[in-house]
């Protein structure tokens, strides 16, 4: 299976959402990321429905909404009515996220959980049998354009022997700081999914960058 490639709308131009979004269809991209922030689980906030509405109007991919939120049960219904297909919550966001993961599938979509880049992948020992996607942060979350942390390969490395461990289906994507300098080694690593924000949108040609990352 070819390594899925999600570009993060937190680095497209808001002013031009339409030409973006249509840019990421007729790209060779697979996911639109979509990072939703509260500005008191991560020191940022980004934007909210309405915004992902807009952005669905357009969107013919995937929507893996990326959930850097407290509390997130709160919004489950409301992220499922919008289109999302991938819901992520945070770990450290959730006081019950075996009751939350229900949730999500409960309203048909798929349940992924990230893990910030200070939490061990032990953590989702108990849990793992429970997730379609583990989301692991390579970058503090909250802003766009930091630089890769290098502790991921091997946390992506434990993930994969964890999800080999239990024959589960769950698939790795890697988020933050991701560019053509690291993805060759993330997937050598196990990653099945790359989220590219900066490398993609500060390109003369984001569809070309994708390309890179998707041949690779
Ligand atoms: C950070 C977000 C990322 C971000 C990645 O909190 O979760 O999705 O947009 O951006 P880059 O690729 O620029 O690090
Ligand atoms: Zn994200």
Redesign the pocket.
């Given at each position: 299976m070819s390594v899925k490639i999600a570009p993060?709308i937190?680095?497209a131009d808001f002013a031009n959402l339409e030409r973006d979004s249509k840019m990421i269809n007729a790209s060779e991209a697979d996911w639109f990321?979509i990072?939703i922030m509260d500005g008191v689980f991560?020191p940022n906030i980004s934007f909210g429905m309405p915004v992902l509405a807009a952005i669905q109007k357009h969107a013919k991919k995937p929507l893996d909404v990326?959930l850097?939120i407290i509390d997130p049960d709160r919004y489950i219904e409301t992220f499922a009515d919008l289109g999302t297909t991938i819901l992520t919550v945070h770990y450290e966001a959730c006081n019950h996220l075996h009751r939350t993961l229900q949730k999500i599938k409960s309203c048909g979509m798929k349940a992924g959980v990230a893990l910030n880049p200070h939490t061990p992948i032990s953590s989702l020992n108990s849990i793992i049998q429970n997730i379609d996607l583990v989301c692991i942060m390579s970058?503090n979350?909250?802003?766009?354009?930091?630089s890769f942390i290098e502790n991921t390969y091997a946390k992506v490395s434990e993930l994969k022997e964890l999800i080999q461990l239990h024959n589960s289906s769950c698939l790795i994507e890697i988020?933050?700081?991701?560019t053509d300098a690291n993805a060759a080694s993330l997937i050598r690593a196990g990653a099945d999914v790359l989220?590219?924000?900066?490398?993609v949108f500060k390109a003369k040609n984001p569809a070309e960058n994708i390309k890179l990352l998707k041949d690779l």
């Open positions: 993060s937190l680095a990321h990072d991560v990326h850097m970058v979350p909250g802003f766009g354009g930091q988020d933050g700081g991701v989220v590219a924000g900066s490398y």
